[in-house]
Each structure stands twice: as structure tokens, then as C-alpha cells.
């Protein structure tokens, strides 16, 4: 399954074989779906909107599964569940990172600030940490538990994702450079040329896929190699 979110305010569920919707649209964001993702076991769905809230769904009935996450006081940029699908971190343009616990809804944590506008959120694969992009062009690594601020990491990086391993956390920037950076010190590993301006990323292993856009509607994967660390 592929879900997507879309500036007419609704999320919708997608066969992957198919391109067949697999559901009626997830209905009930007021503003632009910014970011969704899959729990870990493909059976909810969490969706960040421009409506200041964070939602979560039922992946097999396109039910809500509880009332809005409310909190922020601007639009959630981005959203994810954590590698055992108990936390959801999310993103917001009014700087702060929030985690909330993804059966009872409750935030977990006072929300974590510092940041400027946040672009981009997500767990590393132990979940024992989460990372966030801003607007301020820093990195950040915090404690899961505690919201301890672990380091930072400046630089030219909005968007960040990881390799499939617990050590290594790739931070790919907007700009024509990427770069590689270990999740535990902060120290950049690498860079990686792409020679465009992209707008999304996917990372597994020792591969990532970013999209460039070629037109107002049109993305252009390209495919990225790198040795693991």
C-alpha cells in the first residue's frame, strides 16, 4: 500500500500494484496534509496537516482511530511512528518537535525546542533517538525517553532519513549537496553530488532515491549509491 497526502486537505490509501485507491479519502484535516507514514506493522496511518493537528488512522477501515493530536500552534510539517509503532514525533513551523503516544493520543514529552521552523522528523532505527530538520539548517539528535538534546549537527540539511542499520543517519539537504552524517556523534561522514535542488528522499541500506521535480507535476527519481559505514 502507498498513502499520500495532498493540499485538498485529505490523505488517501493507494494499491501499490494496482494504483487502484484502496480506500475512500481519509477526510477531516481543515488544511494541506503535509506528511504521512505507515505504523511499522502497516496498520495505522499518522498524517500531519497545515491545520495545526496530528491525526492517526486505521489503515484497513480509513477509520480515525482517536480525536485530533492537538498541540501545535502552526502547520505540522512532518510525522512519523517509531520503529515499534508505540510513539508518533512530529514536526511543526511553530518550532517545536512533539512525540505522542501512539495508542492513548497523550504527549510523552514537554515539546522540544530550539529548533526554527521544523521541516522534517523521524526515529533512528532503535528508537531510542529522534532527529530533527529545520529551517535553521541544524540538525538535531534527542533522547526519546528523557527529550534530552544529544547534539547538533550544522549544516545545509531540511530533510533527514536513515540507512537500515542503528549507526549511521543520512541528512540530505535541499541544497545541490547532501550529506552523510554518524547519528551518535554528530560528525559528518560524507557528501553525496547530486547537482539539483531535490524535494524528497528514501534511504535503505547503502541506497537512497531522490526526487528532483521536472515540472509542477512531474518528480524524477535518481538513484544514489554509497558504501555503508
Not at 22 to 44: C, I, K, N, Q
Not at 61 to 89: C, M, N, W, Y
Request: contains cysteine.
Amino acid at each position: 500500500m502507498i498513502v499520500s497526502g495532498s493540499a485538498d486537505k485529505t490523505s488517501r490509501v493507494w494499491d501499490a500494484v494496482t494504483g487502484q485507491a484502496a480506500l475512500p479519502p481519509l477526510e477531516g484535516h481543515e488544511g494541506h496534509v503535509w506528511s504521512v507514514a505507515f505504523s511499522p506493522d502497516s496498520t495505522m496511518i499518522v498524517s500531519g496537516s497545515a491545520d495545526k493537528t496530528v491525526r492517526v488512522w486505521d489503515a484497513v477501515t480509513g477509520q480515525a482511530a482517536f480525536l485530533p493530536l492537538e498541540g501545535h500552534e502552526d502547520s505540522v510539517r512532518s510525522v512519523a511512528f517509531s520503529p515499534d509503532g508505540a510513539k508518533i514525533v512530529s514536526g511543526s513551523k511553530d518550532k517545536t518537535v512533539r512525540v505522542w503516544d501512539a495508542v492513548t493520543g497523550q504527549q510523552t514529552l514537554p515539546p522540544l525546542k530550539g529548533h526554527e521552523d521544523v521541516l522534517s522528523v523521524a526515529f533512528s532505527p532503535d528508537g531510542t533517538k529522534i532527529i530533527s530538520g529545520s529551517d535553521d539548517k541544524i540538525i538535531w539528535v534527542w533522547d526519546t525517553l528523557t527529550g534530552k538534546l544529544l547534539n547538533g549537527d550544522d549544516g545545509d540539511a531540511l530533510i533527514s532519513r536513515h540507512t537500515s542499520h542503528d549507526k549511521a543517519q543520512i541528512s540530505l539537504s535541499l541544497n545541490e549537496e547532501g550529506y552523510f552524517a554518524d547519528v551518535n556523534s554528530g560528525h559528518h561522514l560524507g557528501k553525496i553530488p547530486v547537482g539539483f535542488s531535490f524535494t524528497g528522499a528514501m534511504c535503505h541500506g547503502s541506497r537512497c532515491i531522490v526526487w528532483r521535480e521536472a515540472s509542477s507535476n512531474h518528480w524524477v527519481p535518481v538513484m544514489i549509491h554509497f558504501p555503508p559505514t
